[in-house]
């Protein structure tokens, strides 16, 4: 594979195998940096590996990259739904998949520490059980869901603008990514947080034209 010699060549070492069964296992014993998944694995789809990963303890802090030819804007929300740190759209020179992988890196690297709990107003967020209570009672949020209102907890009071919640809770890292139409998933996955929130839906502040920001002090 020549991508794989140009990152032999850019230092990057890649291990290879067309099961997906094998990503599982080396992101369970942390044997991986990051996860490339280049299409769908010989033994189960990439949405499965994804999906195995995101219901591990230990796979679900695996960093993922998507690499596909199916570059339409439901395949990407698709992939960060399921937790991908980033989706690449084919073809791809080698040199800018090395550039994206090392971001991925740094981004995570950068990541402050997490706490294991934050409280905001009728929020308890368990970070590393990835779990949420309003006013004590369990809610049911999927992994985006979760990281939109973690970041928003995390920031509380400070407005966070669109291409910066693709950054921090889509993980993506895709410049072009407001072009094509990737940034309005935000609103639609603000939208559905809401709905889950019922009465305390109007903590989480539009701010026209810029983004989102929780009327709550932590």
Not at 45 to 72: I, P, W
Not at 112 to 118: S, W
Not at 156 to 170: F, Y
Request: hydrophobic share 40%; glycine share 6%.
């Amino acid at each position: 594979m020549l991508l794989e010699r140009f990152l032999h060549d850019e230092q990057i070492a890649i291990e290879h195998s067309p099961f997906g069964r094998v990503a599982i296992k080396r992101a369970a014993c942390g044997c991986s940096n990051v996860i490339l998944l280049d299409e769908d694995p010989a033994d189960m789809s990439a949405a499965e590996v994804l999906r195995h990963l995101a219901n591990s303890e230990r796979g679900r802090d695996a960093l993922t990259v998507v690499l596909s030819e199916r570059a339409a804007e439901i395949d990407r929300v698709i992939a960060f739904e399921l937790g991908a740190d980033d989706f690449i759209a084919k073809p791809i020179g080698g040199r800018e998949l090395a550039l994206r992988l090392r971001a991925v890196l740094r981004r995570h690297s950068e990541e402050p520490q997490r706490v294991r709990c934050i409280s905001a107003g009728p929020f308890t967020i368990d970070t590393r059980q990835e779990t949420v209570r309003c006013h004590g009672e369990p809610l049911s949020l999927t992994a985006v869901e979760f990281r939109l209102l973690e970041h928003l907890a995390r920031n509380s009071g400070q407005v966070q603008n669109r291409r910066e919640l693709l950054a921090r809770v889509w993980r993506s890292c895709d410049a072009s990514g407001e072009r094509s139409g990737v940034s309005r998933t935000v609103d639609t996955h603000v939208k559905r947080l809401r709905e889950k929130l019922g009465a305390d839906s109007e903590l989480i502040e539009t701010i026209r034209g810029v983004g989102y920001r929780l009327r709550i002090a932590v």
